[in-house]
């Protein structure tokens, strides 16, 4: 089955400075990446997708790529925000029943 | 996106006994419903597929005497889980997903269990 990997596991920023965070997924076959963030004691909420027809997408500060040959994908956050601090998750879905989720990022931007 | 509502968002129950958490799509009607559970500090392992009207598809390692699943409704599930242990303590996030080909899932605020 689908397993997806998450690095780094913890994320330490300057507010202001750029994070990336990187996942790579196993089965050729997933078409579609979301990304979570996951406030302490909240719900996941989806920030970001991208499917895998698209190599790349945008969306003010943040911007996920997508390699599928080298079946990796990165979250890019720019200009980060004490905000921004959360637990970021990468998933990977190879059908709309299925979504396999990385271990997650602890991002923590510092003021 | 979808607004998805949680019941009770927190428990407390003793070892043996069940609980029942609710969760409820309010502005669609959901055919499918995805049931997680999430310990400290760790990812959303999926347990469970909730489809409206059938039997659920739950995912290895997942006992399905344990942790019942009811879709009765295209806008309420639920999980019981039966004969609590403590080992059952965790966090449990029901996600929706729209109807048609949308991959996009919207999650439940979670319901914190404390099994003592």
């Known amino acids: 089955g689908e397993n997806v990997e998450q690095h780094p596991s913890t994320l330490s920023v300057q507010e202001g400075d750029s994070a990336v965070i990187k996942c790579t997924y196993s089965d050729s076959a997933s078409n579609y990446f979301p990304w979570y963030k996951q406030e302490l004691g909240k719900r996941p909420q989806l920030i970001i997708d991208i499917r895998s027809n698209v190599g790349e997408k945008k969306d003010q500060r943040i911007a996920v790529t997508l390699n599928k040959t080298a079946k990796h994908f990165s979250l890019h956050i720019t200009e980060t925000q004490p905000e921004d601090s959360a637990v970021y998750f990468c998933a990977a879905s190879i059908s709309p029943d299925k979504v396999i989720f990385g271990p997650g990022t602890s991002l923590s931007v510092i003021p | 996106g979808a607004v998805v509502s949680q019941h009770p968002s927190w428990v407390i129950c003793k070892s043996g006994t069940s609980v029942k958490i609710e969760c409820r799509s309010l502005d669609f009607q959901a055919t499918t419903m995805f049931w997680y559970r999430q310990f400290p500090k760790q990812s959303l392992m999926l347990m469970a597929t909730s489809n409206e009207g059938s039997k659920a598809t739950y995912e290895q390692g997942v006992e399905k005497d344990k942790f019942l699943i009811n879709h009765a409704s295209l806008t309420l599930s639920t999980l019981t889980v039966t004969s609590a242990h403590p080992e059952d303590s965790s966090f449990y996030i029901c996600?929706?997903?729209?109807?048609?080909?949308?991959?996009?899932?919207?999650f439940g605020p979670g319901t914190r269990l404390t099994v003592t």
């Open positions: 996600s929706v997903r729209l109807a048609g080909p949308s991959y996009e899932q919207y």
